[in-house]
């Protein structure tokens, strides 16, 4: 069963022993974990923190579909995947996103994580308005929800 869910920033900050606790079993050999944070420079600006934003029940739902076309695609049958998205404002180093996966071996745990991390980018309905250290904000291009099959 596919755990996902966002957090609020508001309430409670992401958890690695959260999604550690989810995907240990002694019937995995391998556990990535893949964190996003908050870095200081993109695109040749400083950045002071980011403000997340994200259409919470599309994303989930975009959570689910991305794990059931990774399970029919990659064909990777045992599996433990959480996945954990924050809503609001992060400072530098924050974690933004966390994919944790378990698996039989080490090839599926990197394809299957990278493969889920690659299609959020991709689909799920997240923004994100940067800070700068000279005060002004931008909001980054982001997955429009008009154009989602979800």
Do not use: A
């Given at each position: 069963?596919?755990?996902?869910?966002?957090?609020d920033i508001k309430n409670a900050k992401i958890s690695i022993t959260s999604a550690e606790n989810f995907i240990?079993?002694?019937?995995?050999?391998a556990s990535i974990f893949f964190t996003g944070t908050v870095r200081?420079?993109?695109?040749?600006?400083?950045?002071?923190?980011i403000t997340y934003d994200a259409h919470d029940e599309m994303v989930i739902k975009s959570f689910e579909e991305i794990y059931q076309e990774a399970s029919e695609k990659l064909k990777?049958?045992?599996?433990a995947v959480f996945i954990e998205h924050?809503?609001?404002y992060l400072s530098l180093g924050d974690?933004?996103?966390l994919i944790a996966v378990a698996c039989k071996h080490r090839d599926q745990a990197y394809v299957l994580s990278r493969y889920i991390i690659e299609e959020i980018?991709?689909?799920?309905?997240?923004?994100?308005?940067?800070?700068?250290?000279d005060?002004?904000?931008?909001?980054l291009k982001g997955t429009s929800i008009i154009n989602e099959k979800l």
């Open positions: 069963m596919l755990h996902t869910r966002i957090v240990s079993s002694s019937k995995f050999g200081d420079v993109n695109e040749n600006k400083k950045v002071t923190g990777i049958t045992d599996k924050t809503k609001g974690i933004s996103i980018k991709k689909r799920s309905p997240i923004w994100k308005k940067e800070h700068y250290d005060q002004t904000t931008e909001w």
